[in-house]
T-cell receptor
Framework: KQEVTQIPAALSVPEGENLVLNCSFT??????LQWFRQDPGKGLTSLLL?????REQTSGRLNASLDKSSGRSTLYIAASQPGDSATYLC???????????FGKGTLLTVNP | GAGVSQSPRYKVAKRGQDVALRCDPI?????LFWYQQALGQGPEFLTY????????KSGLPSDRFFAERPEGSVSTLKIQRTQQEDSAVYLC??????????????FGDGTRLSIL
C-alpha cells in the first residue's frame, strides 16, 4: 500500500526566504506526482505535476523535483511571500490505478 | 463552468439522517473523483467515475455511502444513516482524460459535513 509522508508538518519563515518542502513515498511505481496548495476552507489548487519520466517542473517561483528511484520529491519556493502561506500537499498516482494518495501536508506560514 | 462546483458548501445533519452532496465537474471532463478529508489529514480516495461508469469504489467506507453520475456530468454522493465519524470535508475533482492519463485533477472547494 502506497504511503506518502511530508516533512516538516509545519514551517514558519520570514518573508523573502527560499524554502524547501519534502515529500517521500514508499512505492516507486508511480504514474505521476502532483503538488497542491490548500487555503483554509478551500479546495486544492494544482501547482505542479511531474510525470514519472520527468525530473523536475517549474512554474514561476516554484520548482518541483522528482527522484522516483529513491521515492522523493521536493518543492522549492523562491523568495517567499506572505501570500504563499497555505498548506502544501503532495500526492502520487500509482502506476496501475486512478486515485491520488496524499500526504498530510505541510502548513507554511510566511511572516511579513 | 470555469471550475469544479460543489454544493452545499456546508451541511449540518443529525445522526441517522441521509445527506446528498452534489458535484458539477468542469464541462467536458471525462473523469470524476470523490475524496474525503478529515481535519488535519490529506484527502483520501472514495470513488472514481469515467463518464457515467463507476470504475472504482474501493474507498467508500461502508455500504451507507453511494455515488452516482447517471449522465456522465453531475455527480451525487449520498450518505445514508449518517454517523458522527462521517464528519469531514468531501472533495470532488475532475480531469479531462481518463483516470490513468497524466492530466491534472482539478478540485472543487468541497462540502464540509458536520454530523451532530
Amino acid at each position: 500500500k502506497q504511503e506518502v509522508t511530508q516533512i516538516p508538518a509545519a514551517l514558519s519563515v520570514p518573508e523573502g526566504e527560499n524554502l524547501v518542502l519534502n515529500c517521500s513515498f514508499t512505492d516507486s511505481a508511480i504514474y505521476n506526482l502532483q503538488w497542491f496548495r490548500q487555503d483554509p476552507g478551500k479546495g486544492l489548487t494544482s501547482l505542479l505535476l511531474i510525470q514519472s519520466s520527468q525530473r523536475e517542473q517549474t512554474s514561476g517561483r516554484l520548482n518541483a523535483s522528482l527522484d522516483k528511484s529513491s521515492g522523493r520529491s521536493t518543492l522549492y519556493i523562491a523568495a517567499s511571500q506572505p501570500g504563499d502561506s497555505a498548506t502544501y500537499l503532495c500526492a502520487v498516482k500509482g502506476g496501475s490505478n486512478y486515485k491520488l494518495t496524499f500526504g498530510k501536508g505541510t502548513l507554511l506560514t510566511v511572516n511579513p | 463552468g470555469a471550475g469544479v462546483s460543489q454544493s452545499p458548501r456546508y451541511k449540518v445533519a443529525k445522526r441517522g439522517q441521509d445527506v446528498a452532496l452534489r458535484c458539477d465537474p468542469i464541462s467536458g471532463h471525462v473523469s470524476l473523483f470523490w475524496y474525503q478529508q478529515a481535519l488535519g489529514q490529506g484527502p483520501e480516495f472514495l470513488t472514481y467515475f469515467q463518464n457515467e461508469a463507476q470504475l472504482d469504489k474501493s474507498g467508500l467506507p461502508s455500504d451507507r455511502f453511494f455515488a452516482e453520475r447517471p449522465e456522465g456530468s453531475v455527480s451525487t454522493l449520498k450518505i445514508q444513516r449518517t454517523q458522527q465519524e462521517d464528519s469531514a470535508v468531501y472533495l470532488c475533482a475532475s480531469s479531462l482524460g481518463r483516470g490513468t492519463s497524466n492530466q491534472p485533477q482539478h478540485f472543487g472547494d468541497g462540502t464540509r459535513l458536520s454530523i451532530l
